[in-house]
């Protein structure tokens, strides 16, 4: 009953691992081991290894042998528990085919001098070790040797390398330490035998401590120095490495060196190697331990000295941070703006913008970005800079380019003009607006209305000179005033062509005309009205005034080939004889643009 109590209690707490115990200890083995199989898997293997012990102590071996498996405890316990029958014992190793098994069959047949069935197991086992070590107790070294090399086992080398080395064999004696990492080793046989070559190799393949005994080797020996700077360098000891190169004078040693410095590095040294570099006119080089230094000013000094190009990279590294403690904020942008003005002598215009913007000169960036012509860039930083100057300079750089072809450059230029409270200016470009619309388009309305801007924007202007203002708003009502008039004649020449040729007619006696409205259009207008109204002769007049203020190639820009055909026909008078004192007075300009000839000829002096 009180079995049954207490497995009832536990079964009800599910203690189950207490459950396990209380079945071990009433001799349950088989509750005890479906209990740790079911719920106390923790503790399977203990319940395993604690049944099979049990079953060893009531003499069921081969019970036992399973338990023991499943517990993972037979490489220790069944060769313990079978020592007595060794034919049960080799007969389970050999069966099991286990590698901790077979080294320790190996051992014992070793312990029982049968070294060459112990070869066998120790071979199975893969124990190269063992295989290493008792051929080199039969003295057979050489397959000991073959063993080693084929699996690079590093404790076999290490103990044949032993072997070799208490033979004199040092070379081998090298190579196995060597295979065996034990390059400590290595380097005192190399170092006691003049092995100099082996022992730069080896050096380079040991530990830092290693590098420096061997560089120190060859110091002392006072050869070959070339691979004590190495050394030295490679173990990280770079002072001591530089200080033997500059000794013994090693410039690609140096270089080497140079390339691993940086800023925790000694200034005192950095300098010293910026020095040498010079000497030997490596100034880029040079530079670059300068920076690292932090010496900024030597080095962009040094840059303009020898006309370096100072590339992206090393402008951004001669840029000192804000916060930074190495120099004051007025130091800082007088070194910006220097690096600047050495980016705009290489015509790096970019860069120059960019460090004129950092030291915070805007006006220099500015004109730094204009000498890049990079328009997009143009635009945006005069956006972004709010800067009455910015903007003008801005605009006017625009003013260079094809405005009339694309709208978004007008735009901008009357955007940045009125932002930069530049009037005046403005006026001007209206007013050279103004000039396309007649030149170009011979589109007078349009001309009109930039005139008329022009004038409200100079009416608004603050000038210094108040009577030049006032000379050139008059001008500009002088000009509206003689457009408006043409503009008035062809409006109404439909509903009344005597007032509207009238008009004309005083347009051209007017002194200032050439300069506002092209002479070309309105005796083109007067030669195709006397043409309708059949006066050929009045109308062969104006075209032969044309064709003497215009080059005859460029007379179709104002009149149709047909009018001309048709006034020649009315009055009687062949084409051919009008050209011919014209061909001859305009044949060395024939051949120019069309275009071209008729802006020169109005724009004219």
Known sequence: MACSWHEQLYKACKRYDLLNKFYQATNQWQKAIETAEAHDRVHLRTTYYSYAKHLEAVGDHALALSHYEKSDTHRFEVPRMLSDDLQALENYVNKMKDKSLWKWWAQYLESQSDLESALQYYALAQDYFSLVRVHCFQGNIQKAAEIANETGNWAASYHLARQYESQD???????????????????????????????????????????IEAACYYEEKGEQMDRAVMLYHKAGHFSKALELAFATQQFGALQLIAEDLDEKSDPALLARCSDFFIEHAQYEKAVELLLTAKKY???????????????????????????????????????????????????NYHMATKKYTQAGNKLKAMKALLRSGDTEKIVFFAGVSRQREIYIMAANYLQ??????????????????????????????????????????????????????AYKCLSKAKTKSPLEQESKLAHLQSKMALIKRFIHARRVYSEDPKE?????????????????????????????????????????????????IIPCTNLTYYIKQQTIEAVHRGAGIPISQALVPEQSQYSDVENKDVEEEVVDEVEGP
């Open 169 to 211: 064999e040092i070379k081998q004696a090298v190579h196995f330490y060597t295979r065996a990492q034990a390059f400590n080793n290595a380097i005192r046989l190399c170092k006691e035998n003049n092995l100099d070559d082996q022992l730069m190799n080896l050096a380079l393949l040991s530990s830092p401590e290693d590098m």
């Open 400 to 453: 260079s380019l094809d405005w009339r072809k694309d709208p978004e450059i007008m735009k901008n230029i009357i955007s940045f003009y009125t932002k930069g409270r530049a009037l005046d200016l403005l006026a001007g470009f209206y007013d050279v607006c103004a000039q396309v619309e007649i030149d170009e388009y011979q589109n007078y309305e349009k001309a009109q209305g930039a005139l008329t801007e």
């Open 500 to 548: 509207a040729i009238r008009q004309c007619e005083l347009l051209l006696a007017e002194q200032d005309l050439d300069s506002t409205i092209r002479q070309g259009d309105i005796l083109g207008f007067l030669v195709e009205h006397y043409l309708q109204v059949q006066e050929f002769h009045v109308a062969y007049q104006y075209l032969e005034q044309m064709r003497k």
């Open 297 to 347: 000013h030597e080095a962009l000094q040094l840059c303009l000295k020898q006309n370096l190009t100072i590339t992206e990279e090393m402008a951004e590294r001669m840029t000192v941070c804000k916060d930074s403690k190495d120099l004051s904020e007025e130091s800082r942008r007088e070194l910006l703006e220097q690096i600047a003005d050495c980016c705009m002598r290489q015509g």
